[in-house]
């Protein structure tokens, strides 16, 4: 396997990465470059610099995984690496110390006049009534988005006697008092409030020109703006024009709209305080390294054949939500991958339930791998990626719910999956804690063990159907590995069905043969990722 590593990635990367695969450092490249080259690589890892397209994704047929060795992934066309099954990671704590520092330091500078004042004096100049600046302590300080990095800032500016009110609807209102701060449900009445005001919000169409002309017109007059999020998230022109007004004091950025294209930046001309930053958040040796390693390890593994700690194109399969469920995830594969192939037809619906202790648990990692085991009977290229988006662009439902009914197993999983040529119920579940099984199919109460090769063959409760079945096989050259042969549990119930696992497929000759044995109807070769 081989790995690109572009954008003066620390060394440190290539280390970690060469247990498992080739690395190749080379330079920042152009589309086309990337575009010619990629088709050799099982994953590529990137800074900012290079934009991952969709060009570049889509010649990219070996790729497994994208690396972002730093926060944001927004020069990584996402869908396109979704719907072409690659894992998209990312480094959401390398850089965190880095990043709230470098706001921490940006508020301090432009309150100071600091970069003014150094310029002034190293031009032999003594103006110190020109550079008179203002304090941070007992300001208000409004920080929309209260993640890791803005909630470090917050620690700090708390330290250094600032008040703090806060705006993040994912972040709850105890949360925030408890960090000492005022939570402020609606941003129409954050704004007012603030002296200071810093962005941590990632670059989405909800965030994009979210200060701009009209929320600048509901601040303070002569309040602070700092970002060192994302550019676009303060419209440019909008700041240049309310500082230029007097309506912004000052403003520090350190990242634009169109990098690293500075010159095309209005702020560049502004006439007025600002601070400019090229990009610097992450810019620190230790947030460098942190980031390249973070990154190099998640490779590392999934080219391993494990799973990212990061991925944020697959947030069900994050390490946290994974791990209370791993257990039943092939199980629960098998388990649509068995639905489907008995099925068979279009699917319309997918429900599924969780019973016992599962009951209790996050289920989407399951409701993933049930998808993947269901899409991949009828299509190529299903992985854990892609196919909550196969399904999307199918007009596939996916109903999931909780059971309290008890059951006879630690935790049980119920597929029901409704196609254009029928429906068919699945149960999965675990024996013993770790052996799974397929414990029902349909109205039929089994307890199966999911292999590759199965044979699915409905038929009437009469003498030697068993001995009649068998005999085609053997006469096939087809061994039997194990047979289960279940009745309904109405004893008057005239239908069975062998579940026999074979170590080798069965082709359509073999299936004909099976189907013209009186008494039997409708058998299935069923062919499992197992």
Known sequence: MKVLVTDK?????????????????????????????????????VRS????????????????????????????????????GIIVVNSPDGN?????????????????????????????????????????????????????????????????????????????????????????????????????????????????????????????????????????????QDLKDAIESGQVASAAIDVYENEPNIQECSLIHCEGNIVLTPHL?????????????????????????????????????????????????????????????????????????????????DIQPLEVAVLKGALSSMLEGVNYVNAPVLAKKRGIDIISSRSKVKCNFAGLLTIKLTTDKGITTVAGALVAKDIPRIVKINDYETSIRPEKHMLIVPHVNKPSMIAKVAQVIGENNINIGSMNVVQKNDKHETESIMVINIDTGVNEKTLSEISKIDGVHDPKYVNLSA
């Open 9 to 45: 990635i620390n060394e440190s990367a290539g280390n970690i990465i060469t247990s498992v695969a080739k690395v190749d450092f080379l330079p920042t490249m152009s589309e086309e470059e990337l575009v010619k080259i990629i088709p050799q690589y099982d994953a590529l890892m």
């Open 49 to 84: 610099q290079t934009k991952v397209t969709s060009r570049i994704i889509e010649a990219g047929n070996n790729l497994k995984i994208i690396g972002r060795a730093g926060v944001g992934v927004d020069n990584i066309d996402l869908d396109a690496a979704t719907q072409k």
């Open 96 to 236: 965190t110390m880095a990043a709230a520092e470098h706001t921490v330091a940006l508020m301090l500078a432009m309150a100071r006049n600091i970069v003014p004042a150094a310029t002034s004096t190293k031009q032999g100049k003594w103006d110190r009534a020109k550079f008179t600046g203002c304090e941070l302590f007992s300001k208000t300080l409004g920080i929309v988005g209260l993640g890791k990095i803005g909630s470090h800032v917050a620690e700090v500016a708390l330290a250094l006697g600032m008040k703090l009110v806060v705006f993040d609807p994912f972040t709850s209102k105890e949360v925030v008092e408890k960090m000492g701060g005022e939570y402020v449900q609606n941003l129409d009445d954050f704004w007012g409030k603030c002296d200071f005001i810093t962005v941590h919000v990632p670059k989405t169409k909800d965030t994009i020109n979210m200060i701009n002309k009209d929320t600048i017109a509901k601040m303070k007059k002569g309040v602070r703006l700092v970002n060192c999020a994302r550019g676009g998230i303060i419209n440019e």
């Open 281 to 361: 958040g992450a810019s620190t040796q230790e947030a460098q390294i942190n980031v390249a390693i973070d990154v190099a390890e998640q490779i590392k593994e999934v080219l391993s054949g494990g799973s990212a700690s990061s991925a944020v194109n697959i947030p069900s399969l994050r390490p946290d939500k994974l791990e209370p469920v791993k257990d039943y995830m092939q199980i629960a594969e098998n388990s649509g991958e068995f639905a489907m192939q008995v099925t068979g037809g279009m699917i319309k619906t997918i429900e599924i339930t969780a019973q016992g202790n599962l009951a209790e648990l």
